[in-house]
């Protein structure tokens, strides 16, 4: 089983500031990773897939790049919308396996 | 509208079985992979099952054997039925759809909470 491990598990950030959240796979999954963002009470909902490809929706502040094991979530400029906590996925072996999430905080 | 609603959740006891249903609507389900996600409270996200539109189904090692993904595509529903339940298998439940070509799972539902507990 492939092991995803984001750092840092908290980031505390101010609006309009950027974000940078990191993902590290046990294992090469290409560019098989995608990032989730979930809010309390809510389903997660697909940011980024490939690696870097936008999801159908998701504003241009964010930013997606990486493969093979080392991949990272670029939020430019952060909004107050934007504060949540922030998952990877790999969808290179199964079972799929997602990291143990960021929360992004305001500080 | 894409809409995906759980449903079956509940308390059961140790060593129980649950079946959680999923209504699909807005879009052709017949044509889509699909999976089931789970969610302890306050942990992360770990994945329970997977089906694909030829019926092939995926497990993790934690719920195989255990737990069996199914689909009627007629009913435009997904289904999973869980035996044998432990505590560890307390949480929220979520359907998803996998995104065309890709694979990760684009809508998800509101999710519906399984507690094993006696």
């Known amino acids: 089983e492939i092991v995803l491990t984001q750092s840092p598990a908290t980031l505390s950030l101010s609006p309009g500031e950027r974000a940078t959240l990191s993902c590290r796979a046990s294992?090469?999954?290409?560019?098989?990773l995608a990032w989730y963002q979930q809010k309390p009470g809510q389903a997660p909902r697909l940011l980024m897939y490939?690696?870097?490809k936008r999801a159908t929706g998701i504003p241009a502040r964010f930013s997606g790049s990486g493969s093979g094991t080392d991949f990272t979530l670029t939020i430019s400029s952060l909004e107050p919308e934007d504060f949540a906590v922030y998952y990877c996925?790999?969808?290179?072996?199964?079972?799929?396996?997602f990291g143990q999430g960021t929360k992004l905080e305001i500080k | 509208e894409v809409q995906l609603v759980e449903s079956g959740g509940g308390l059961v006891q140790p060593g129980g079985s649950l079946r959680l249903s999923c209504a699909a609507s807005?879009?052709?389900?017949?044509?889509?992979?699909m999976h089931w996600v789970r969610q302890g409270t306050g942990k992360g996200l770990e994945w329970v099952s997977a089906?694909?539109?030829?019926?092939?189904?995926y497990y993790p090692g934690s719920v195989k054997g255990r737990f069996t993904i199914f689909r009627e595509n007629a009913k435009n529903s997904l289904y999973l039925q869980m035996n044998s339940l432990r505590a560890g298998d307390t949480a929220v439940y979520y359907c998803?759809?996998?995104?065309?070509?890709?694979?990760?799972?684009?809508?998800w539902g509101q999710g519906t909470l399984v507690t094993v507990s006696s």
């Open positions: 998803a759809r996998a995104a065309a070509g890709t694979g990760n799972p684009d809508y």
């Open positions: 807005g879009f052709t389900f017949s044509s889509y992979d």
């Open positions: 089906i694909g539109t030829a019926g092939d189904t």
């Open positions: 294992q090469s999954v290409s560019s098989d």
């Open positions: 490939d690696a870097s």
């Open positions: 996925q790999q969808r290179s072996n199964w079972p799929y396996t």
